[in-house]
């Protein structure tokens, strides 16, 4: 209804594992947060083609080498889980992150995709996360350590980038096995410090990857400039304007949360997509609102998500020259038209449109 025909399905996190696997039933047995709190692959298969049949297609993340705890806590295969004070080892707690220096995570991973792209039904785009890594994390295993000084490094920030780049190319190579190598199926990362300008270019290649801009859109803090001149197609999110979890309290801490202040949706509507991108707007694939799950539950998101995400469709799609007043109006009109009638499609009477609001918002 608004226009916005992807679902980025960030489906597990060092909080939670909820995905059901079938050659590795023990990770949401012991990672979930209740036995019935799961997704098994008959659930995921259910959400997918309702999104189809409404045009809407889904990406699934499964986030790596970070972003993992839950789950794994017999496994061996992670890094300072649990680790406290959480400040020193992660972002928010708790802690944990794949030891990329064992071969048998390796054969896990190449199984849990090969299980993922059956069961979200072969998506085209497949997110592997990425998202903030910490180099202190992987420093308190003294396997990590021996690894990394038996290949003659050292143990510094640029040597975890090595670390880090060792990871992606042997588990980009798990992704390519595990959708039988087709070459137009590229995963999405996000910016990080591996796709900084003066680094990027030793781990990753515009062949492989979209890169996921959650930076900033504009400055000298925004990835998007050096990504696209470096030829990458990016994806852009920028937290400074497209995440609506900002602007609510702090979950680990006190006052407002890190991305503060809240965004409204002219804020979002102005957002300007083609002057971030200059002559090099055909390597936008699109963009994204970004709703993270720590303040947020059932409760609260849908008025988390409306009218602002609608903001983002008409941005997307007819990118006007004419600012916010202009569609002050015709959002206000679709506000009244979601609360009216929730976010179902299904549930469209085009006769109220017609007799109440002359047509159908965007129709």
């Known amino acids: 209804m608004t226009k916005l025909n992807v679902f980025h399905w ?3 996190d060092s909080q939670s594992f909820a995905l059901v696997f079938y050659a590795h039933p023990e990770l949401s047995q012991k990672g979930a947060y209740a036995p019935h709190k799961v997704y098994h692959a008959s659930d995921i298969k259910e959400i ?19 972003h993992v705890g839950e789950g794994f806590q017999n496994t061996n295969l992670v890094t300072c889980l649990h680790g406290q004070p959480w400040r020193s080892y992660c972002s928010g707690p708790p802690c944990g992150q794949f030891d990329v220096t064992k071969p048998e995570l390796y054969e896990l991973l190449y199984e849990m995709y090969s299980e993922m792209d059956e069961m979200f039904g072969y998506p085209h785009q497949f997110h592997m996360g990425g998202d903030e890594v910490h180099a202190s994390c992987w420093n308190t295993s003294s396997d990590v350590r021996e690894f990394m000084i038996d290949r003659g490094w050292d143990l510094t920030e640029s040597d975890y980038l090595k670390l880090w780049g060792y990871f992606q190319d042997r ?14 199926r ?10 900084e300008e003066d680094v990027i270019d030793e781990y990753l290649s515009p062949d492989d990857y979209i890169i996921q801009v959650w930076t900033t859109g504009r400055g000298s803090s925004s990835h998007i400039p050096h990504l696209l001149e470096k030829g990458y197609d990016v994806i852009i999110s920028n937290y400074d304007v497209l995440y609506l979890d900002c602007g609510f309290g702090n979950w680990v801490g006190s006052g ?12 979002i509507y102005e957002n300007d997509f083609r002057g971030m991108a200059g002559n090099r707007t055909s390597q936008v694939l699109g963009g994204e609102v970004c709703s993270w ?9 849908d008025s988390r998500l409306w009218p602002r995400a609608s903001a983002l469709g008409e941005r997307l799609w007819a990118d006007p020259e004419t600012g916010f007043r202009g569609a002050e109006f015709r959002i206000l009109l679709h506000r009244e038209f979601l609360v009216q009638y929730g976010v179902q499609a299904e549930s469209i009477q085009p006769e109220w449109c017609v007799q109440n609001l002359g047509g159908c918002p965007y129709s």
Not at 176 to 183: E, F, G, K, L, V
Not at 186 to 195: A, D, F, Q, V
Request: hydrophobic fraction near 25%; charge should be negative.
């Open 10 to 12: 960030h489906i597990t």
């Open 171 to 184: 588990n980009l190579n798990n992704y390519r096995y595990a959708t039988d190598n087709d070459p137009d």
């Open 48 to 66: 997918v083609e309702y999104g189809r049949v409404r045009g809407v297609r889904i990406i699934p993340e499964l986030d790596a080498p970070a």
């Open 186 to 195: 590229k995963p999405i990362l996000w910016t990080s410090t591996l796709t």
């Open 293 to 301: 799950s720590e303040p947020t539950d059932e409760g609260t998101l």
């Open 256 to 267: 407002n949360n890190w991305c503060g202040p809240y965004k409204p949706w002219h804020t």
